[in-house]
């Protein structure tokens, strides 16, 4: 090479690298931003236009209706049967436990995450996140719980709801305080308390799980089917990619069968031919239990699914290259595979537990009162019959499910942009 071409080899400048757009990146102004996006051309601000009017005239609609024109004294009245149902009233103290318990781990798991994310800031590895971003994570649960008290109209009730936002704070503060080597075992705290609420409940005498309903027995489904359907659905993705050929074999057929056939029919198949695979003389499940067991083995083939499409797309090297290192094949799954998995499918995965949390209100067909159906059930009372409140309860309820699914959803989000998913 020639002394002029090491010279102009010398002199070239690093090509600038584009760092992918964050939270933390410095935002237009909103004058800038509507010019750019709402208003850039004149197709778009026609468009603009209209879809405002359209948008304004739907939240008037809804204001005018939330505020004016709805009955919601029939919610009023039964709002403690909308949560419990015919949970007996005076054990509703076992309920307030539970949340007490469960308030505590969730302050412990969120002082504790806050406390990784805040090392990871400290050593360069993220970016500190901007408070509205948790404003906008827990505000769905504070509006819901918000309107819960409105409708509930009591100062115990508010008192007691004080109490649990307290638990939860304090517990915050003692997870920011845990050293950082004792931060995975907050996992298990969490799991501890989740059975520890449910012993508060049901055991010492407590109420079994056949007199349960309304938004009880919902969060009952929708978090029990979560945290047994995604080990067996791991479990399965894993099955069907095995070398051995029966594992192979068994878990395609599941997967294939469970995935083939509509959820109404599972449930159907659990409350009426589960007794029939457990062996003679054993007690009858409840039916709260027969429900549960459905969704578990329904849900679970779809994460399956979903987790399978994330084992694929590790490359293969990376298991070459743990085989390399002497990484037995359990290892090299615990370790290298499944983190990997896991993390490439989280939108997945939490779109399909929104789905579980949703699908509870299929479970009246078996006889349960979930949400749902007590919202039906109470427009049948002498007080209310035939006045057409229908759709006052399922406003109601509906508002409660999209507090929860929109929830899940931010949490999802959160969880992805820590991740780093879909950022190269």
């Known amino acids: 090479m020639t002394d002029t071409a090491a010279t102009r080899v010398d002199t070239l400048e690093p090509i600038p690298v584009l760092e992918p757009e964050g939270p ?16 850039s051309s004149r197709v778009n601000t026609v468009l603009t236009l209209v879809f405002g009017l359209l948008l304004a005239w739907l939240v008037f609609r809804v204001v005018r209706f939330a505020f004016f024109d709805a009955r919601w004294l029939i919610i009023e009245r039964n709002i403690t049967n909308l949560m419990v149902f015919h949970f007996p009233r005076g054990e509703l103290w076992r309920v307030w436990a539970a949340l007490y318990v469960l308030a505590g781990a969730v302050g412990l798991g969120v002082g504790a995450a806050g406390l990784r994310r805040m090392l990871e800031v400290e050593e360069g590895r993220a970016a500190e996140a901007p408070r509205s971003l948790t404003m906008r994570r827990i505000g769905p649960l504070v509006l819901l719980v918000a309107v819960l008290l409105v409708f509930a109209r009591s100062l115990t009730a508010t008192a007691l709801v004080a109490g649990v936002a307290a638990v939860a704070i304090g517990f915050r503060f003692v997870g920011q305080r845990v050293p950082p080597r004792h931060v995975r075992l907050v996992a298990l705290a969490i799991l501890a308390a989740i ?14 799980r056949d007199r349960w309903g309304g938004l009880l027995l919902t969060a009952f489904l929708a978090v029990g089917g979560i945290l047994l359907s995604f080990p067996l659905g791991v479990l399965l993705a894993l099955g069907r990619r095995s070398t051995l050929p029966a594992v192979r074999l ?21 409350a009426f031919a589960l007794g029939f695979f457990l062996p003679p003389g054993s007690d009858r499940p409840t039916a709260v239990t027969r429900a549960l067991v459905a969704l ?27 085989q390399a290192l002497g990484l037995s094949p359990l290892k090299t799954t615990r ?5 990997q998995a896991l993390r490439s499918v989280i939108p997945g995965l939490v779109g399909q537990f929104i789905s579980l949390f949703k699908d509870t209100s299929l479970v009246f ?25 229908f759709v006052e309860t399922l406003i ?23 991740l780093g998913v879909g950022v190269r």
């Open 250 to 270: 068994v878990c395609t057929v599941y997967i294939e069968l469970i995935r083939g056939v509509p959820l109404i029919t599972v449930l159907f198949m659990s």
């Open 365 to 389: 067909i078996v006889g349960l009162s979930e949400l749902l159906a007590v919202a039906q059930n109470i427009t049948k009372q002498p007080d209310f019959v035939a006045q057409g409140l």
């Open 195 to 208: 059975a520890g609420s449910y012993l508060v409940i049901t055991a010492f005498g407590g109420v079994p």
């Open 296 to 322: 578990v083995l329904f849900t679970a083939a779809y994460v399956a699914e979903i987790v399978r499409g994330g084992l694929q797309g590790v490359p293969r090297g990376q298991i070459e290259a743990a």
């Open 396 to 418: 109601f309820a509906a508002f409660v499910y999209w507090a929860g699914s929109y929830w899940m959803s931010r949490e999802s989000q959160r969880l992805e942009t820590r």
């Open 24 to 39: 933390s990146q410095r935002r237009l102004p909103p004058r800038d931003w509507a010019r750019a996006n709402l208003f």
């Open 335 to 339: 370790l290298i595979v499944l983190p």
